[in-house]
């Protein structure tokens, strides 16, 4: 056994690592500052996922391909999902130094928390083995069990962390569980050799191989938040301190798309009798399954008052739309449309972060009435969050939802009908969506308006979402020739490495 | 030997009842156990495969589930803390501030 | 720069140096929000002037598109920037940018939160004009959609007391359609090989064959299209918003909304619709001429009865608009032509119409016709001038509306649709009603004694508003009496369009001899 | 008879393991004092364990000792005591349905997995033994690298989560955090927010 | 030089309207006249000018001009072109004629009213209109001029403008023409598509000559047919409206309410009488359609009829004169009808001279009387208004056709020609046109006993006026309030008034010689100078007869040669010379009888009453009001606004969101906040995906 044949290359896990690295530094910092160490915190988080960016761009100088013996891949769904959560923990890392200060909530735990988190989705959107899906998974999920509940005082807060907690171990153990079971079919957790067993019909147990598929699907559908797995959401995204609430709505999703993308749009995505009949039947669970999340989301949203709740179900819906463009296994218009997402759903929740004012007090969206012209800045820029959640042009919500309703017009001509689908439930959309707009802009002014207090770090993160939502909503060509190199993800052409160097004698 | 499928159902009833206990208690503690008893079940899995194929990796891949599942545990059972400090009660019927 | 790049993002620049000079900080208000007016003002007369370049550039003796700007946007989607004018489009860019400072003078009276409300103004115009010149169907419905933002804002933040209601009926009403469109698009992109979204070619491709849509599904994309513009029309059934978004909305959103936004579905329906489905256009036909039909006499049969002078001239439009799509789906020189002369003429009458009762709303606060009466007497020159746009909106001849009007009748007379026949002379009786409706509106807000005594002092218009009267019933004249000068213009491209859906006249022949 | 005469040691085993992994299992979700549920956990654990050893796997069945039912499980029955946590109240139980749900879901999702499993037949294990600490030590190393790594920083993770979660708020934490909302609540006097022009 | 004709009145109307307000009554005046004298005396150098022009192949004089084109899409076309021809020229004739004087009686009648200026501006506008729609050469610009004047009309009857019963009556007006004006339209589509042509001269259009329509029709080829009859009905049906015809008069009567300047001129001298030109214009289209001249026949004699009954018991001296005007101008359709456009048009210009008489004379008398209509509240004016009586007093007998008055030579050829028409089927065995003729003769006895009664009432009779002193029964004063006149005696009006009333009292003295008939001795000049315009009408029944050969009954009109040269026709003529004068005889009888029952029932008593039905007006108005207005308007308001849109449209949209919020409200019971019950959802979901996976693996 040689080393050099696990293909160790450090450059691969360069963002992983410098993530990792500065968390435990913030740790020792924290430990040996006096209080009010915030603002080192946050430049060193800020500074460390800048560079972990930097890293991410230079993965293209290791080379496409996977390292660590397969565990981790390095291919253009790795870079732009990375890259996606990145710039959510930026924005979010901006944002978080006004939220802890105004809450006098400790800052040192805070920013590690969201080192750590940020370091297991890397390796979650990297991962090329089950197992570093796995660990990458509960790394993201475990961490933002601890973030949901950062208001330890707050009631709301243990009891979404302890939803999120619960929930999310169950879930986890039926991800686990299909694993095991496709492990066990197909003799490997190499994503790659698992797609190659399947192609080449070397699987052993083709039942066993479903039903982990299907359990797979449990576990992921619960954590990209799509029906019928979707009820926790709502309870979660209120409870918890808005900003992470921002935070967990979008980087965690974005971090298991690629995950789900690898196993599924790739692994499971194999020719063969047995490849095809598996890729045909998750197909169609998904197809379902994003058919219901949407509507669901949608629907129920129509209904809500508080405007956390509401952009949970938003959340909710919006989850629905990306699988719309899994079905097709193209991974570009799902990492665009994730992308934008989080722009616009980080934006939006910083706004509402400012506007709940410190301890979350203001969230039913009536609270909000007549603030348009209040605070101008504030409000448009979150009617133009709502706008592009809704899809309005000329803002990326649009683009990106056209994108994915394109491929999916075209890469899976027996569905259409989810297009369609997709279609009436943005039609459905516009209605909540307008509504918190109805209420800031067309409404008298509600009493006890304070107007919120803006800081550097947080106007830079709203410039931040503002201008990507609109930069993609408008020029968006440059960032989807970026991806458009994954458009089809590569089905066998990639070379694998060989079995016997992940397996022992 | 034994057959791989004994080992395959006993590690399908176990999770299985994991599940089940999780709809059956309301006591947050025992419903993190009967999920940690959902992954000691996938882990008689795994290794079950683990002897079968004549894979390690099985088994490895148990390791980590066990780390995993200590982490859980850690955080888990902090949370519970955390939430028995503001609410006095570890039944989770009784945490249901955020519905509908 | 390409001239119509140029006026399509002037107002768009313009909203910015808004900005800048609201930057500038000022502690008096007053002159700041009469800074934002004379601003915008300055800013939407010179596109009007910039468009008029492009009409002096315009050659219309040839029928496709011209001043043409290509560039690749998004590549990856096969996306041109693309813009262009041609038969269908040009008058209808010059009637934007020409009512944009009408619409301006007459919100002088706004006096809440001007910067926004003039800001709104500008990317309105701008999404407009982007929809007109739009030669790339992305694009298109791009500027489709952003039109409904200002707009929303226009109705729902400066409008009247339901306006809440309106604002989202109109915006919701709107999407429900343009995102059915947009699969339709997307469809249309895929059947077309993939690789562009650019009207000119498809309607190419389409024409000459190369692109063949299996024929159930151009029924559903038609639909889908149909469905999209026919909202925005609007037509009968899909008509109730028009009133409630009229009657909320602040006088110059009114202007904007009858004078353009709703041409947007007409002009749709002549672009895509008979150009991509030849022949379900066809098939259609009688079906489009029946609901155009019913909004014709529908239309002015609930126009007779509102009590409410907007409400009034909200429901003309429906009537109106009907004339247009009825003529679209002629398929004659005459309908065609006519359903265009229609758009134009609708909106300088409509439009003038709209400013008129804003006029008075401005000075009465009320909408209502049973408040006023007798008004003709404290303000003879606004009666004078109303009635002219009165009698435009009629179809009085050597007006603008009668050219249209007549046209359209004629047109859908000698049509070769089936029971064309029937559906004109049931048309015309919406002549009729134009003027039961209209007129009973004249006589008892102008005429009568002067039943209450806030009428009796009421002021005669004011220069600003004379300044935005009189040039739309100028228009309303010159429209009326030399029609050539504005038919001429688009001449070639409706015959063209004609030529997508019948054929070219020889096998127009044919067809006769087959009948 | 034929299957009878193939029963062997390890077969015995085998079902002496499952069967009380089994019964332990039942106790873990039936029992109303979590601490009975606790102790169930830990046999179904040892249970493991020996089954763990039936198939080879030494090196994982120490550690499910050592780890699960010694650490893991200890930290349970450690929470649960410094919670004081007793037998449940006798409240109603608010989601009785879920106990009469529960069956039949119990029997539709064991129902599926059977079925499937029906299907395995009776594969011959392989000739390779892999679970001694040697085979493990060398996969842990070589391919496992990568994860165990990351492993580390989960368990780090862990600690910060659990410590700061578990830490008791002191009474001057929640006046600096009521004084910290008070004053961020505050209505400002005139502080232009600073933040982009929305049109630009 | 025919531009001109209308465009002086038209510039004189734009100076007014625009500067009016600042030029003063007495430029303002001379502007007005100045520009309708300017209009007149072209019109006069015009029509010397056509006398002389080269007729044509056809025998047709004619002098046209091309404006611009005005219209022209694919191959319709239609310009702003004029076109003089001798139907038109002795329209223009008497419009600007009739005008001119009618202008300069306005100076005086409109004397202190503060819309001076914009009466002026409205009556030169009307003149434009009203000269375009008997010039233009094609249907459209007819149209043009037709609804010109439908609007002129419209505003000159609301003239007054706080006067709710004139902004009523202006509405009426317009709405009605409307009615007829659908008509109009639908017949120019069909003549459109079914000649390609509505020009009525030949016109390149899209580089082919195209002959005109009238032409075209008029080829012996052209079989009547369902066509024909259509256009010639539908374009009936917009004369109907313009010229106030059953169904359509009603708003005639109530257009009194304009000054009364606009009745003599518009209400009863030109415009009402647009409908017969039109007719008489399009007469080979209506020639070929034996249907369509028997109803128009028939409309004209019942039009007749039933206004001069009404008229018999009106007591608004404006409303007797306004039914007289709705009772001849049927008899003018009847001529039309029974094919006898010449006549027709002959009446028409009888009837501008004398009827313009009487309106403007009873202006001046109501006028003299400080606005007061009321023939009740009249008589014995006699003395106080000598000029006035003098002149409406020849009005009167040549109303009530008393030879050798205008009236009555144009009165006898209609009824001859009805006596003696051919056009006409039979009923039951019996010839309608004798039927016709002896309505007509009947309504000639009615008139000439209400036009009595109108003058017994008003000019004998004992002095009614102040007896009724503040019962105020007279609606105009609400118009006329401005002049400031304090009720006294009646007074003689001012030279500016009295002038044109003896122009036209001399016109309708003599005005009738230019048409005596053959067999009166004279040369029936009129009608032979119409002649190659006007179509001959076919003997009823030859149309069916196959149409090719047969060169009497298709006499294409521009190609027959004047009727002179028929033999056949000639001697026909001759034949019937002695009835002709006969029945001469026996209307001026007619007449004499009517004036005299009429002084005999009402010398007396000139207040006699009248049977309400009559006074009533037949309840016309009301009878409309209930089956057409009222429940147009109830359906529109109760059915089609507030149940259509509101209800229906509106419900199954606002019902679709509800639907949404009620689903939404029902599903966010899901989220119970109870993490075990997600957990359970959670299962079942699983529990399907891998029932469903599980389904295909073992299938």
Not at chain 3, 459 to 470: I, N, P, Q, S, T
């Amino acid at each position: 056994m040689q080393l050099t044949s696990l293909n160790l290359n450090y450059a691969a896990i360069a963002p992983e690592s410098i993530v990792s690295v500065a968390a435990v530094v913030i740790m020792l910092v924290d430990a040996f500052s006096k209080k009010g160490a915030r603002k080192i915190n946050a430049g060193i988080t800020l500074v460390s996922l800048v560079l972990a960016l930097i890293a991410v761009f230079g993965l293209n100088s290791a080379g496409r391909g996977s390292y660590f013996a397969g565990m981790i891949v390095v291919d253009p769904i790795r870079v732009f999902f990375s890259v996606t959560i990145l710039i959510v923990s930026i924005a979010v890392t901006l944002l978080a130094s006004q939220f802890l200060r105004d809450e006098a909530l400790p800052p040192g735990e805070f920013f590690a928390l969201i080192l750590f988190a940020t370091a297991g989705m890397l390796l979650l959107a990297g991962a090329g083995d089950l197992v570093t899906v796995f660990l990458g998974l509960e790394i993201a999920s475990i961490t933002t069990y601890v973030m949901a509940g950062y208001r330890r005082y707050d009631t709301r807060a243990s009891e979404s962390s302890l939803k999120y907690f619960l929930l999310g171990s169950f879930a986890t153990a039926f991800l686990l569980y299909g694993m095991s079971l496709v492990y066990g079919a197909t003799a490997t957790t190499n994503l790659t050799a698992i797609n190659q067993a399947i192609a080449e019909g070397k699987v052993q147990f083709p039942a066993l191989l479903m039903i982990g598929a299907a359990l797979m699907l449990v576990g992921f559908g619960f954590k990209i938040a799509s029906a019928p797995f979707h009820l926790w959401t709502p309870d979660v995204y209120e409870g918890a301190p808005t900003i992470v609430t921002g935070f967990m709505g979008t980087a965690p999703k974005v971090a298991v798309f690629a995950a789900f993308l690898h196993t599924f749009a790739e692994g499971f995505n194999a020719g063969g009798v047995l490849g095809s009949q598996l890729h045909h039947v998750w197909v169609t669970a998904v197809a379902i399954i994003a058919a219901l999340t949407m509507t669901v989301g949608n629907v129920v949203a129509l209904s809500q008052k508080n405007i956390k709740r509401m952009l949970a179900y938003s959340s909710i819906a919006h989850a629905g739309y990306a699988l719309v463009g899994f079905i097709t296994s193209e991974a570009a218009p799902v990492a665009f449309y994730l992308l934008v997402y989080s722009l616009m759903s980080v934006g939006a929740f910083a706004v509402i972060q400012l506007l709940a004012r410190a301890g979350d007090q203001k969230v039913e969206t009536a609270d909000y009435a007549g603030i348009g012209f209040q605070t101008p800045a504030l409000s448009f820029a979150l009617a133009i969050f709502l706008f592009s959640l809704a899809g309005i042009p000329p803002t990326a919500g649009f683009m990106s939802k056209f994108f994915i309703f394109k491929s999916a017009w075209d890469g899976a001509p027996t569905l259409r009908w989810l297009v369609i689908v997709a279609v009436i439930n943005s039609i459905i959309s516009v209605y909540y969506y307008l509504y918190p707009i109805v209420v800031m802009f067309f409404r008298p002014l509600a009493p006890g308006f304070v107007k919120p207090k803006v800081s550097a770090m947080t106007a830079a993160a709203l410039i931040l979402a503002l201008v990507g939502t609109l930069y993609l909503g408008i020029l968006p060509n440059r960032v989807m020739s970026a991806i458009g190199g994954s458009s089809r993800t590569a089905q066998i052409e990639q070379p694998i490495p060989s079995t016997d160097q992940i397996t022992l004698k | 030997m034994v057959p791989l499928s004994w080992y395959l159902a006993l590690s399908a009833v176990l999770f299985t009842i994991g599940v089940a206990g999780v709809l059956i208690q309301r006591n947050a503690i025992v419903l993190f156990m009967c999920i940690e008893l959902m992954l000691n079940s996938v882990n008689l899995t795994l290794v079950a495969f683990s002897r079968f194929l004549g894979d390690v990796t099985g088994q490895l891949f148990v390791f980590i589930v066990m780390v995993v599942a200590a982490a859980e545990a850690a955080v888990g059972l902090a949370i519970i803390i955390a939430l028995f400090r503001t609410r006095e009660t570890l039944n989770v019927d009784e945490a249901d501030l955020l519905k509908l | 720069m390409n001239l119509i790049t140029i006026t399509t993002f002037l107002p768009l620049l313009g909203a910015i140096l808004l900005v800048l000079l609201s930057l500038r900080g000022s502690d008096d208000q007053k002159a700041a929000n009469n800074l934002y007016r004379y601003a915008t003002l300055a800013i939407t007369l010179v596109t009007f002037l910039v468009s008029l370049v492009i009409l002096a550039r315009y050659d219309s003796s040839n029928a496709t598109a011209q001043l043409v700007q290509k560039n690749p946007w998004i590549g990856s989607l096969g996306v041109y920037y693309h813009v262009g004018i041609d038969g269908l489009s040009i008058w209808l860019v010059i009637l934007t940018t020409f009512l944009m400072p009408i619409a301006v003078l007459a919100s002088w009276h706004v006096t809440k939160r001007v910067r926004e409300y003039m800001l709104f103004m500008l990317i309105l115009e701008t999404g407009m004009i982007g929809v007109f010149v739009s030669l790339d169907m992305f694009l298109f419905y791009l500027f489709f959609e952003i039109t409904l933002i200002p707009m929303y804002f226009l109705i729902g933040v400066w409008g009247g007391e339901r306006r809440i209601y309106a604002a989202i009926k109109f915006f919701v009403y709107t999407v429900v359609g343009s995102l059915l469109m947009l699969v339709a698009i997307i469809a249309i992109y895929f059947y077309n090989g993939g690789t562009t979204f650019d009207i000119v070619e498809i309607t190419n491709n389409i024409q000459t064959g190369k692109t063949l849509i299996p024929g159930n599904v151009q029924v559903w994309l038609w639909l889908a299209f149909a469905l999209a513009f026919c909202i925005k029309v609007p037509l009968f059934p899909f008509h109730t918003w028009l009133p409630d978004a009229h009657v909320e909305a602040p006088t110059a959103g009114s202007i904007i909304l009858a004078g353009v936004l709703l041409k947007m579905g007409t002009y749709g329906l002549m672009r895509f619709n008979l150009p991509f489905f030849p022949t379900v256009s066809q098939k259609a036909a009688p079906w489009m001429m029946g609901l155009a039909v019913i909004g014709i006499i529908y239309g002015a049969l609930v126009a007779m009865v509102q009590p409410d002078m907007k409400k009034l001239v909200a429901y003309s439009s429906v009537s109106h608009l009907g004339f247009v799509v009825l003529g679209i789906f002629a398929f004659t020189d005459q309908g065609m032509q006519g359903a265009l002369y229609q758009m134009l003429a609708h909106g300088i009458s409509t439009g003038a119409l709209f400013l008129g009762v804003g006029i008075v709303y401005d000075r009465r606060h009320t909408r209502q016709i049973a408040d006023f009466g007798g008004i003709a007497t404290p303000m003879p020159q606004y009666s004078t001038l109303f009635l002219i746009v009165a009698l435009s909106s009629l179809g009085l001849p050597l007006l603008n509306g009668f050219i249209g009007e007549f046209l359209i009748l004629l047109g859908t007379f000698a049509s070769p649709v089936p029971h064309a026949k029937m559906f004109a002379v049931l048309a015309a009786l919406g002549v009729i009603l134009s003027a039961v409706y209209l007129l009973w509106m004249i006589q008892r807000v102008f005429f009568g004694e002067i039943t209450k005594k806030e009428n009796a002092e009421l002021k005669d218009m004011d220069g600003r508003e004379v300044l935005a009267m009189v040039p739309l019933v100028v228009l309303a004249i010159v429209m009326g009496v030399k029609p050539m000068t504005f038919l001429r213009g688009s001449e070639k491209t409706v015959t063209l369009v004609k030529e997508y859906v019948m054929g070219k006249p020889a096998k127009v022949a044919e067809n006769h001899q087959d009948r | 008879m034929e299957q009878f005469a193939q029963i062997q040691v390890s077969h015995l085993f085998f079902l002496a393991f499952a069967s009380l992994a089994v019964v332990a299992a039942f106790n873990v979700i039936l029992q109303r004092n979590p601490i009975y549920s606790a102790i169930g956990l830990i046999v179904v654990m040892c249970s493991l364990a020996g089954l763990f050893l039936t198939l080879s796997a030494e090196f994982i069945a120490a550690i499910q000792i050592i780890v699960y039912a010694g650490a893991i499980m200890v930290l349970f029955v450690f929470v649960i005591m410094l919670l004081n946590i007793r037998e449940e109240d006798a409240k109603a139980d608010r989601q009785k349905y879920l106990k009469f749900l529960a069956v039949p879901l119990f029997l539709a999702l064991i129902g599926v997995v059977m079925a499937a499993l029906k299907t395995i037949g009776n594969p011959a294990a392989s000739p390779n033994v892999p679970g001694t600490v040697e085979n493990v030590a060398e996969g842990m190393f070589t391919n496992y690298l990568l994860p165990f790594e990351a492993t580390s920083v989960l368990i780090l993770m862990a600690i910060v989560g659990s410590m700061f979660l578990a830490r008791r708020e002191s009474a001057e934490d929640t006046n600096e955090i009521e004084t910290a909302l008070n004053a961020a609540n505050q209505p400002t006097a005139v502080e232009e927010s600073s933040e982009e022009e929305v049109h630009a | 030089m025919l531009k001109w004709i209308t465009l002086a009145p038209l510039i004189g109307a734009v100076i007014n309207g625009l500067f009016g307000k600042r030029l003063g009554e007495k430029v303002v005046g001379a502007i007005a006249c100045g520009s309708v004298a300017v209009s007149a005396v072209l019109a006069f150098l015009s029509f010397s000018q056509l006398t002389h022009a080269t007729p044509d192949a056809n025998g047709v004089r004619r002098v046209t001009e091309h404006f611009f084109t005005w219209i022209s899409v694919g191959n319709f076309q239609a310009d702003f072109a004029y076109l003089l021809d001798p139907l038109s020229g002795i329209y223009i004739l008497f419009i600007t004629g009739v005008g001119l004087l009618i202008h300069i009686y306005a100076v005086g009648y409109m004397h202190g009213d503060p819309g001076f200026y914009r009466f002026f501006a409205y009556l030169n506008l009307f003149m434009f209109m009203m000269l375009t729609l008997v010039l233009g050469d094609n249907l459209l610009l007819l149209f043009v001029g037709w609804e010109g004047v439908g609007l002129c009309s419209y505003l000159l009857i609301g003239f007054f403008t706080k006067w709710n019963v004139a902004g009523d009556a202006s509405k009426k007006a317009f709405i009605v023409n409307r009615i007829g004006d659908f008509g109009f339209m639908i017949a120019t589509f069909l003549v459109f598509t079914t000649f390609g042509t509505i020009s009525f001269v030949t016109k390149n259009i899209g580089g082919h000559e195209v002959a005109s329509f009238l032409t075209q029709v008029s080829a012996p080829t052209i079989a009547a047919g369902g066509v024909l009859t259509a256009i010639a009905l539908l374009l009936f049906v917009g004369a109907t409206g313009k010229s106030a015809q059953i169904p359509l008069f009603v708003w005639l009567p109530d257009a009194m309410a304009g000054p009364t300047p606009v009745s003599a001129l518009i209400h009863a001298a030109t415009m009402v009488t647009a409908g017969v030109y039109l007719t008489a214009r399009c007469s080979a289209v209506v020639v070929k359609s034996p249907t369509a001249m028997t109803v128009i026949a028939i409309i004209g004699a019942a039009t007749a009829i039933f206004a001069a009954t009404i008229g018999l018991a009106q007591n608004d001296i404006k409303k007797v004169l306004a039914y007289s005007t709705v009772s001849q101008l049927g008899y003018m359709f009847l001529a039309c009808g029974v094919g006898a456009f010449a006549a027709g048009i002959f009446h028409v210009m009888t009837h501008a001279f004398f009827k313009a008489l009487l309106f403007l004379g009873a202006g001046s008398v109501i006028h003299g009387a400080h606005d007061e209509q009321d023939m009740r509240k009249m008589g014995g004016f006699r003395k106080y208004m000598p000029f006035t009586f003098g002149t409406m007093f020849v009005g009167w007998l040549a109303i009530s056709g008393f030879p050798p008055l205008s009236g009555f030579f144009s009165k006898d050829e209609i009824l001859w020609k009805t006596w003696s028409t051919e056009a006409l089927p039979t009923v039951a065995g019996f010839p309608l046109s004798k039927i016709l003729w002896g309505i007509a003769a009947l309504t000639a006895l009615l008139t000439a006993i209400y036009m009595t009664r109108m003058m017994v009432m008003t000019f004998w009779g004992e002095e009614r006026f102040g007896k009724s002193h503040g019962d105020d029964h007279g609606h105009a004063s609400h118009g006329h309030d401005d002049h400031g006149h304090g009720h006294g005696k009646p007074h003689e009006s001012g030279w500016l008034m009295v002038g044109p009333l003896v122009v036209l009292a001399v016109l309708s003295l003599v005005g009738g010689f230019v048409g005596v008939p053959a067999a009166m001795g004279g040369a029936n000049h009129f009608e032979h100078f119409l002649e190659p315009v006007i179509a001959h009408a076919q003997p009823h029944g030859v149309a069916h007869a196959p149409a090719a050969g047969d060169a009497h009954g298709a006499a294409p009109a521009e190609q027959h040669a004047a009727t002179t040269a028929d033999p056949a026709a000639k001697v026909e003529e001759h034949h019937d010379t002695t009835t002709e004068l006969a029945l001469a005889g026996f209307s001026i009888l007619l007449g004499l009888i009517g004036i005299g029952v009429g002084f005999a029932v009402f010398g007396k008593n000139p207040l006699k009453p009248m049977p309400k039905l009559l006074e009533d007006k037949y309840r016309i108005d009301e009878l409309y009001d209930a089956t057409v207005v009222h429940p147009i308007e109830t359906v529109s308001r109760e059915g089609l606004w507030k149940i259509v849109d509101v209800k229906i449209i509106d419900g199954v949209v606002n019902g679709a969101a509800k639907l949404f919020g009620g689903i939404s409200g029902v599903l966010r019971y899901t989220q119970t906040g109870f993490a075990r019950n997600y957990a359970a959802v959670i299962l079942v979901g699983a529990i399907a995906i891998i029932g469903y996976f599980g389904y295909i693996a073992l299938r």
